[in-house]
Structures are given as C-alpha cells and as structure tokens.
C-alpha cells in the first residue's frame, strides 16, 4: 500500500513539476509494481494536470509551465493508457478538437486537449487549420458528443461560426455541444454565432465540457 501511494505521489509531483523523465519512471514504475493504471491516472497524472491548470488560472505560473506539464502528463498517458482493460476505461464522452481553417496555432488547443484527456474525455485532436467540413465528419465518424473550435486570430473567428452555420445547414446542430475559445473569443461572441459555451482558459474548457455534457444527459 506504501509503494503504491508513493508511486502516484511521484507521478502527480512529477507532472506539477513537468519532469517527463520523472513521470516516465513513475509510470513505468505502476506497471512493474501491478498498480491499476485507472487510479494511477485519476490520482496521479489527472490531478497533477488540474493542480497546474489551477495555478495557471491564478496566475501563479506561467503558460510554458502549463505545456511542460501537459507533455509530461501525455507521456504518462501513453505508457498507461495501453495497459487498462476495455471494459475499466473512464469514458465520459467523446470530444473533437481543432484549430479552424486559416489558423495555425494550436498551445491553447494542445493543452485544451490534455485537460480534457484528464477528464476522462475521449480526445481527437484535428491539429490546426482544420476545413468546415473535417469537424462534421470526424464529429460523425467518431461518434463525438462535444466539438471544440478553437481560433486565435481575429481575422480567422468567422470559422468558428462557419462551423456552426454548417451543422445548421446539414440538420446535425442539435448532435452536439459546440464550444468555442482563443485570445479573440469570448462570451458574447460564443452566444452571437449560436456556440454552446466559450471558455477563457484550458481547465475552463474541460470544466465546462463535463457540466454542458452531463446537464445534456440529464444527470
């Protein structure tokens, strides 16, 4: 039981101090030492990536700090991740997330996308200048309750709502939960072009990710 609480103890303290080598011999140590990577990831790599988003949001530190320990975080994903069974993986929805046409950044949407991965959510990470179309069809083929738009350009914010407009048109608005972020976005632009939510920082997203979702099913 020692072992084992320190184990998790490592890799939550090693993703809140972005150590990836550190994250990488914790997770690693879980596998050797037959620790459920479920609880690992809950209590070690999840709460480690919320802690930091927290102290982003406080402006305690900075936004490198913040990538630093999403990267961190996904090595230990992608060492764990493999080893749960089926039938125990956290699943709580499914999110499609992108950069919109024209738009090339992606830090926001990259930690964005770590955060909700913490949260238990299903990721598909489009990348950056993703068309109209491609967030529809990932949307459907996926089978995706949340998609995510993400722009932070000003001249690029109008994809945001061709997104929109096009889910509208092809009669598949009402499938999903549409939220909207980057530096130009905010609240009255989210409810201007008919988006679901805006988010202003990264666990604000996943934050509000899980409550559209969960008050959608009724719970």
Same mark, same amino acid.
Do not use: W
């Given at each position: 039981m020692a072992k084992k609480?320190?184990?998790?103890?490592?890799?939550?303290?090693?993703? /809140?101090?972005?150590?990836? %080598?550190?994250?990488?011999? =914790?997770? *690693?140590?879980?596998?050797e030492e037959g620790v459920d990577p479920v609880e690992a990831i809950e209590r070690g790599l999840s709460e480690g990536i919320r802690k930091v988003g927290e102290k982003f949001d406080k402006l305690e530190v900075f936004l490198t700090d913040l990538m630093m320990a999403a990267e961190a975080m996904k090595t230990g994903m992608n060492i764990l991740l493999p080893k749960i069974p089926e039938e125990k993986m956290l699943r709580r929805g499914k999110v499609v997330?992108?950069?919109?046409?024209?738009? /090339?950044?992606?830090?926001? %949407?990259?930690?964005?996308? =770590?955060? *909700?991965?913490?949260?238990?959510?299903?990721?598909?990470?489009?990348?950056?200048?993703?068309?109209?179309?491609?967030?529809?069809?990932?949307?459907?083929?996926?089978?995706?309750?949340?998609?995510?738009?993400?722009?932070?350009?000003?001249?690029?914010?109008?994809?945001?709502?061709?997104?929109?407009?096009?889910?509208?048109?092809?009669?598949?608005?009402?499938?999903?939960i549409v939220m909207v972020g980057g530096g130009p976005a905010n609240k009255e632009w989210a409810e201007e072009i008919g988006a679901d939510a805006y988010a202003e920082t990264a666990k604000g997203g996943a934050d509000t990710a899980l409550r559209l979702l969960n008050a959608k099913r009724g719970k």
């Open positions: 609480e320190e184990i998790i103890r490592r890799l939550r303290e090693s993703v /809140i101090s972005c150590d990836e %080598k550190g994250v990488k011999d =914790a997770a *690693l140590a879980v596998i997330i992108g950069t919109v046409k024209g738009d /090339i950044h992606d830090i926001g %949407k990259n930690i964005t996308a =770590a955060l *909700l991965t913490a949260s238990g959510f299903d990721v598909y990470d489009l990348g950056v200048d993703v068309p109209i179309s491609k967030f529809v069809e990932e949307a459907e083929k996926n089978e995706a309750d949340i998609i995510a738009l993400s722009a932070l350009m000003t001249s690029t914010m109008s994809g945001q709502k061709d997104v929109i407009s096009y889910l509208q048109e092809s009669g598949k608005r009402e499938k999903y």
